[in-house]
């Protein structure tokens, strides 16, 4: 009885695992992926949206330090908004609206993104702005003119030139003011280290436009200073910082001059008290501060909610993805296995049943089912055989053997007397007894791989001008005509330099007894007067062999069981007129021990004619 398949080992179960395992994997892997992604997609969205409100800020307050109010903004801000897809809003401190992107019904979001105050901005967008809060291109009163604005610039052709004749290359920068100046490779304005020919102090000389505003922002800064100290108004002069690409203006000390020193606390309060007063300078001149509103409001990071809600929909989402990769599972593994099964079902009957299954499906396991079915006919087919043979065996043997104890019995009890006439009689039964004997040991042999060939070139017309005179008295006896013919091959030469008659490989003594079984064969089944030929020929690269008979011919069903054993064209033949039948089957294993294959043609009442291909070793 066989043992039945462990549950962890049946292929139905481990098909399942397997889906199962995949289905996990997979589950996980995108919910992974897709949170990495969405991650990832939020974040660089975030980041672009900061850039774009920094961007949208910067726009503004240039817009408010170079106007003096915000009448003319509205475009600027349909720009901005058609350019980024946001809403954007600017409105007055006390939420008077100044200019909007959207409809003035629209709700404006609950609070403000930020302020838009070019002389108090918190922002990076402009060098400069991080230093004192204003924006550097509110520059108010020190814009030039263009007469001046030309002269500035020429200047600074002539400072570039010198600069380049002493090495140092840069180039020509405006400032918002309209001022030019020098910038080097590293971004520095007027270069770190000024060349001694070029330092004539010329370009960076105040303009009277700026000397003017300089003295109104001393004046404007006197008031704050008297607050520190009665003597700081004659301690210090304001100036422009032209070393920065800003309207960077501070105090100069002329302790020099007066011989008096300042403390830092003291010059900590007059730079904020010339801040204070560049303020109150620019202040009309830009435009005034104002609330900006954006459609997204603020940046904050934003976040997954996973709530119960949302955990039980991925819960419920993983589990139909389970669900269904088992149930798809199931159904496939099922259809899978069921012809297996079916297959091993079959295969664990009684060998003598021969059970066959159905063939449902054209995949592996069709042509798995197919080979079986196949496998069972041929041992169908072979198990018919062997008995066929053993009873055909048992005739064989048994008919001989038959006559020649019933002879020997009579002879022995005196009832005839051992002339030669009866020893001949006996003689013959012996030698067909010895003749079926070798025949089945030849069958042995080669079915067991042990048959020995003892080869040596041989010349194929030798070989049948040898058959053809070991057969000739029998060919005689018999009535039949016997014939040979072989054609030479046009331009081909043998081994020994002759003529060109092809060479074989081979042992002679099997070859002649297989051309031999197959002249007995056409001897016994051509008629008086028939004519049987043995031709041979070389074609490409092999020897064939041909016998031809006009005998009785064999019928089209009968011709795939001419090479089996035993097997008789004429089932009511005896032995003496039919042979053993392994003649036919022995041609065979001999031919195949030699590399070569036996075919035959036949037709009813016409003849027959048996054809040998073997390597050509010439």
Not at 165 to 194: P, Y
Not at 564 to 571: I, V, Y
Request: with cysteine; aromatic share 4%; net charge negative.
């Amino acid at each position: 009885m066989t043992r039945p398949i462990p549950l962890r080992k049946r292929l139905l179960v481990r098909l399942l695992i397997t889906s199962v395992l995949i289905a996990i994997c997979s589950v996980a892997a995108t919910a992974w992926l897709a949170v990495e992604t969405t991650t990832r997609a939020i974040q660089e969205e975030q980041g672009q949206v900061l850039t774009e409100d920094m961007d949208i800020l910067r726009q503004l307050s240039g817009y408010a330090a170079t106007h003096r109010d915000w009448s003319g903004v509205g475009k600027t801000v349909r720009a901005l908004s058609d350019r980024t897809g946001r809403r954007i809003a600017l409105t007055a401190p006390d939420r008077t609206p100044i200019a909007d992107s959207e409809t003035r019904d629209t709700a404006l979001p609950p609070r403000a993104a930020a302020a838009v105050d070019p002389l108090h901005t918190d922002t990076f967008t402009e060098p400069g702005a991080q230093r004192t809060g204003i924006d550097p291109r509110a520059v108010g009163p020190f814009r030039l003119p263009r007469a001046e604005r030309e002269r500035v610039r020429l200047l600074a052709e002539k400072r570039r030139a010198c600069f380049s004749i002493n090495g140092v290359e840069t180039t020509i920068t405006q400032m918002a003011s309209g001022r030019s100046v020098l910038v080097d490779e590293d971004g520095t304005v007027d270069g770190g280290q000024v060349p001694t020919p070029c330092a004539d102090g010329v370009l960076n000389t105040p303009t009277a436009t700026e000397e003017k505003a300089l003295a109104e922002l001393n004046t404007y800064a006197g008031d704050c200073l008297k607050g520190v100290g009665g003597k700081f108004p004659s301690l210090f002069a304001a100036t422009v910082d032209f070393t920065d690409r800003s309207m960077l203006t501070r105090y100069l000390g002329r302790k020099a001059e007066t011989g008096i020193d300042t403390t830092r606390d003291q010059d900590k309060k007059a730079q904020e008290c010339v801040e204070r007063a560049r303020r109150q300078q620019l202040e009309p001149y830009v435009a005034p501060a104002a609330e900006l509103f954006l459609g997204r409001g603020d940046s904050a990071v934003p976040h997954f909610d996973m709530s119960a809600a949302n955990k039980a929909k991925v819960t419920g989402v993983a589990g139909l993805v389970l669900a269904l990769t088992v149930a798809v599972t199931v159904l496939v593994a099922t259809r899978l296995v069921r012809p297996l099964r079916a297959l091993t079902h079959a295969a664990q009957q009684p060998p003598e049943q021969h059970v066959r299954v159905p063939v449902t499906t054209q995949d592996e396991t069709g042509i798995l089912a197919v080979a079986f079915n196949d496998l069972a006919d041929r041992r169908e087919r072979m198990e018919a055989q062997r008995k066929a043979m053993v009873a055909d065996i048992a005739h064989e043997l048994r008919t001989p053997l038959t006559n020649i104890r019933g002879w020997l019995e009579v002879t022995r009890d005196g009832v005839v007397d051992p002339d030669p006439e009866l020893l001949a009689s006996l003689h013959d039964e012996a030698v067909v007894l010895q003749r079926v004997i070798d025949d089945l040991q030849d069958l042995a042999a080669a079915d067991a791989g042990t048959l020995r060939l003892h080869r040596e070139p041989v010349r194929a017309d030798e070989l049948l001008e040898q058959v053809v005179a070991a057969h000739r008295v029998a060919a005689e006896g018999a009535g039949v005509r016997l014939h040979m013919s072989v054609a030479a091959s046009q331009g081909s030469h043998g081994s020994d330099g002759s003529d060109g008659t092809a060479w074989l490989d081979a042992d002679p003594v099997r070859m002649r007894q297989a051309l031999g079984n197959l002249v007995s064969n056409a001897i016994r089944h051509t008629p008086a007067d028939g004519t049987i030929t043995l031709s041979c020929r070389r074609q490409d690269d092999e020897v064939v062999f041909e016998v031809a008979d006009t005998g009785s011919g064999i019928a089209p069903e009968d011709l795939p069981s001419v090479f089996e054993r035993f097997w008789r064209a004429e089932k009511s033949r005896s032995r003496r007129t039919g042979g053993s039948g392994l003649g036919l089957s022995i041609v065979r294993q001999l031919v195949t021990a030699h590399g070569g294959t036996v075919t035959v043609t036949s037709e009813l009442g016409t003849g027959s004619v048996f054809t040998l291909r073997l390597p050509d070793a010439g």
